[in-house]
Nanobody
Framework: QVQLVESGGGLVQPGGSLRLSCTASGFTLDYSVIGWFRQAPGKEREGVSCVSSSDGSTYYPDSVKGRFTISRDNAKNTVYLQMNSLKPEDTAVYYC????????????????????WGQGAQVTVSS
């Protein structure tokens, strides 16, 4: 069974940090572009990061650039999203997604379809 499972969400104060994990089972992430997305209540889904399968290159939109870092550990079949300097506007449910049809990540890819999705992890930034 193909499955992605996120973990590491929670409540953090503004300025704090969290690390989200996305672990795959039933398939290997080695050949997939992995994306992290978030959706806040009443807002559209937003892609916040992705990592390429081909060369490990990454992409971040301006809203999180310099604060979020995506990394992958193929040996553990896991992708991480390190989130620093968190702001209240980062509050959302965060999802990871994977697809083998992409080779490089980009803003365009983050707007595309991903075939496998996790169940989501709540991140709340509040004092």
């Amino acid at each position: 069974q193909v499955q992605l499972v996120e973990s590491g969400g929670g409540l953090v104060q503004p300025g704090g940090s969290l690390r989200l994990s996305c672990t795959a089972s039933g398939f290997t992430l080695d050949y997939s572009v992995i994306g992290w997305f978030r959706q806040a209540p009443g807002k559209e889904r937003e892609g916040v990061s992705c990592v390429s399968s081909s060369d490990g290159s990454t992409y971040y939109p301006d809203s999180v650039k310099g604060r979020f870092t995506i990394s992958r550990d193929n040996a553990k079949n896991t992708v991480y999203l390190q989130m620093n300097s968190l702001k209240p506007e980062d509050t959302a449910v965060y999802y990871c997604a994977a697809d083998v049809k992409y080779y490089y990540c980009s803003a365009y890819v983050l707007l595309g379809d991903f075939s496998s999705w996790g169940q989501g992890a709540q991140v709340t930034v509040s004092s």
